[in-house]
């Protein structure tokens, strides 16, 4: 003999998902330089809605936590201090509110960072 015992609610709350933009801020374009005051190199983003808190900004290059610069609304600039290989698409990008839209655009071309001579010394 076989006791069959169940209950099947009915879910009575409509399940449909919507994303809904809440203006994350968004990264339209990039660009890495050397810079021979800090001798590192430098990204720079620019898009929208960054905010101005430097100090509030997380970005991790080949998962590794770089040094943000400055920060204002249209531009975040970030000191590259360690990677694990002279070029990567491994970006990752927090701001308080979330990750950025246009986050992806690393992944096509990655950036690119030659190692510099900085010094010869005799």
Known sequence: MFLRTFEEAV?????????????????????TY?????????LVLRGTGFGTDASAVDVYVDDILQSTLTCNDTTVTIQIT?????????????????????????????????????????
């Open 34 to 42: 050397f810079d021979d005051s800090l001798f590192d190199w430098v």
């Open 82 to 122: 360690q990677t694990l290989s002279d070029k990567t698409s491994n970006v990752d990008v927090f701001f308080p509110v979330g990750t950025p839209d246009g986050e992806g655009i690393f992944i096509p071309n990655g950036i690119d960072l030659a190692p510099m001579m900085l010094q010869i010394n005799p």
């Open 11 to 31: 879910f009575q709350v409509n399940s449909t998902f919507e994303w809904l933009d809440t203006g994350l801020p968004n990264i339209t374009t990039y660009e």
